[in-house]
């Protein structure tokens, strides 16, 4: 079992639904909870991070923790076009972190 | 803004050369990591470091090694270049305590990356 496993891709949303994208982890002394978002032919960069259960939102993005099921979402909000990209869960604990293989989103206008 | 570079964007070398892929970052962050990113693969940690001369194996260390003199540089050499080591390499950075603006400690900040082909 992977100790990061994300939702299989790839996923396909029309322009303005909202997208779900799951991730699940293995290791119950995860602290920090990241998502990055790699457009294709770059490089991954931060765009959410959540360390205490609930939800947190920025704007269209919304990060859902919870530590009991050890689960980490993301909702997109009003999916554009340019949110269509691979995103990637990272969990981090003692300095390091361990990312899932990540999810492909298209957001079709 | 945090800046990670890579010495290259793209590189071809022949099997058993060996390669070195640098990476500088310029805010004072302790911890480095080089990754491999293959598809369907994910990213994969290959070597870490937490302070300089310092270095930790990642999770698919073989075949590489890595240096860091000062804290600024993270090198990744291939000792003999095999083609399964065709690749994405990224490099990242993070700071251990609590980050600037907010971001919290752990955020990794990647370099552009080099994309190698061993032929």
């Known amino acids: 079992q992977k100790e990061v496993e994300q939702n299989s891709g790839p996923l396909s949303v029309p322009e303005g639904a909202i997208a779900s994208l799951n991730c699940t982890y293995s290791?119950?002394?995860?602290?920090?909870f990241f998502w990055y978002r790699q457009y294709s032919g770059k490089s991954p960069e931060l765009i959410m991070f959540i360390y205490s259960n609930g939800d947190k939102e920025d704007g269209r993005f919304t990060a859902q923790l919870n530590k009991a099921s050890q689960y980490v979402s993301l909702l997109i909000r009003d999916s554009q076009p340019s949110d269509s990209a691979t995103y990637l869960c990272a969990v981090s604990g003692a300095g390091k972190s361990t990312f899932g293989d990540g999810t492909t989103l298209t957001v079709k206008p | 803004d945090v800046k990670v570079t890579q010495s290259s964007r793209y590189l071809v070398k022949r099997t058993g050369e060996k390669v070195f892929l640098e990476c500088v970052q310029d805010m004072d962050h302790e911890n480095m990591f080089w990754y491999r990113q293959d598809p369907g693969l994910g990213l994969r940690l290959i070597y870490f470091s937490y302070d300089v001369k310092m270095k930790e194996k990642g999770d698919i260390p073989e075949g590489y090694s890595v240096s860091r003199e000062k804290k600024e540089r993270f090198s990744l050499i291939l000792e003999s270049a095999s083609t399964n080591q065709t690749s994405m390499y990224l490099c990242?950075?993070?700071?251990?305590?609590?980050?600037?603006?907010?971001?919290?400690?752990?955020?990794?900040?990647f370099g552009p990356g080099t994309r190698l082909l061993v032929l």
């Open positions: 990242a950075s993070s700071f251990p305590r609590q980050g600037t603006a907010g971001t919290p400690q752990e955020t990794q900040y």
């Open positions: 290791d119950r002394g995860s602290q920090s």
